[in-house]
């Protein structure tokens, strides 16, 4: 199991969800952020960090957004070699 971002990431750099992470599970591109499956320990601390409730459970993830289970893992092979994940908010 794994937590997922979902669709209502798009366009939010809040990223008050990476703070939170105890593992350092978050990478992002100019799209959304993504959740680094390996890592990710479901401690669902981000998950109410999310004002936008874009972060579920791949267990629970809404049939419309299920595609998202498999585009998080791809995006974060994608981005890993490119830098190390994100722990700081971005301020805008
Ligand atoms: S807080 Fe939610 S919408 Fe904002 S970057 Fe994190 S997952 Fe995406
Ligand atoms: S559930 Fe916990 S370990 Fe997984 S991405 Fe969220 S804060 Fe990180």
């Known amino acids: 199991m794994a937590f997922v971002v979902t669709e209502p990431c798009a366009g ?3 990223t008050d969800c990476v703070v939170v992470c105890p593992c350092d599970c978050f990478y992002g591109d100019d799209t959304q952020l993504y959740i ?3 890592h990710c320990i479901d401690c669902e601390a981000c998950v109410p960090e999310c004002p936008v409730e ?3 459970s791949d267990q629970s993830v809404p ?3 299920r595609h998202y289970i498999q585009l998080n893992i791809d995006r974060v092979a994608a981005l890993k070699p490119l830098g190390g ?3 700081e908010k971005i301020a805008r």
């Open 36 to 38: 680094d499956a390996e």
């Open 12 to 14: 939010c750099k809040y």
């Open 85 to 87: 994940p994100m722990t």
């Open 63 to 65: 049939e419309r957004w």
């Open 54 to 56: 874009a972060i579920h």
